[in-house]
């Protein structure tokens, strides 16, 4: 059993990243998200708050998942909540170029490691980014997310 920490936006969380959290609980146990709230550079479709509650509702009745925000450096919110690991999920080798980046970065600061988890490849393609995109335009993105989120953005653009 370990403790794994998953940073990341989150804005809107998605079935790619259901994936991952579930692989990550199979794999350590216990495993925290953490939202990031950058208070200087208020952005995003969703505020933090927004998405740590659309987060919990999507992974709701998983044990051993909590979410949470976290400001500042992800390797601090890691150590505060006692992770083992920061977890990150792959998608494509772009994904891997940048993670593997800061990866090192992480483990240079505070020594932690980070474990890559691939996704599974038919969720290879969901992007919140594009979610964000098709769903402000009136597109179809419940296949992509969980229902919480699906009805969040449908109510965002109604
Ligand atoms: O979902 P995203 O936007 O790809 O997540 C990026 C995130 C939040 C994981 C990354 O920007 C991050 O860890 N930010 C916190 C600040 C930090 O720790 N910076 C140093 C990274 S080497």
Redesign the pocket.
């Known amino acids: 059993m370990a403790t794994v920490f998953i ?4 804005d809107p969380l998605h079935l790619g990243h259901i994936d991952v959290v579930d692989q990550a609980r199979e794999l350590f146990g216990e495993v925290v998200v953490g939202v ?1 709230h950058n208070p200087e550079k208020p952005s995003g479709m969703f505020s933090p708050t927004e998405r740590v509650e659309l987060a919990g509702a999507s992974l709701d009745g998983r044990a051993g998942v909590s979410v949470r925000d976290f400001t ?4 601090q919110a890691a150590a505060d909540v006692g992770a083992d690991f920061i977890v ?1 999920g792959l998608r494509s080798a772009a994904d891997y170029d940048v993670e593997q ?2 990866a090192h ?2 483990r240079a600061v505070t020594g932690i490691r980070t474990v890559f988890v691939p996704c599974r490849p038919e969720y290879a393609f969901i992007s ?1 980014r594009y979610i964000r995109e098709i769903a402000s335009h009136g597109g179809v993105i419940g296949h992509l997310v969980a229902a919480p989120v699906a009805a969040a953005l449908a109510a965002r653009f109604a």
């Open positions: 940073p990341g936006s989150f990031l500042g450096l992800a390797v990150k980046q800061m970065n992480n919140s």
